[in-house]
Nanobody, 125 residues
């Protein structure tokens, strides 16, 4: 049984930092992604990482501020978020894909097969 569990969300002031973690069980060495969603909006791509960690991809809105990484020994994926802005406020989800494709493929939420339950990130101004 595949399970993804996010943790690390919370409330932070603008300019601050948060680290999100996604613990994966029942699945190894798969491309992973972080997405975020606000009420009445579609799930938005944030970042992705390939199975080895060698290839990463970021949305323009977070490039230079967020870093995605993975520890395959611990089967976790981390999203380090720095210089947070109020517009980063959302529920953040990690996803796992069974496909092997180019990075652009993993920008679409429909290309993911498993999701965590989400963790709330709130950035106050």
């Amino acid at each position: 049984q595949v399970q993804l569990v996010e943790s690390g969300g919370g409330l932070v002031q603008a300019g601050g930092s948060l680290g999100l973690s996604c613990a994966v069980s029942g699945l190894t060495f798969r491309p992973m992604g972080w997405f975020r969603q606000t009420p009445n909006k579609k799930r938005e791509f944030v970042a992705s990482i390939n199975w080895s960690g060698a290839t990463t991809d970021y949305a323009d809105s977070v490039k230079g501020r967020f870093t995605i990484s993975r520890d395959n020994d611990k089967n976790t994926v981390t999203l380090q978020m720095n210089n947070l802005k109020p517009e980063d406020t959302a529920v953040y989800y990690c996803g796992a894909s069974l496909a092997l494709a180019e990075p652009i493929y993993y920008r679409q939420p429909d290309h993911y097969d498993y999701w965590g339950q989400g963790t709330q990130v709130t950035v106050s101004s």
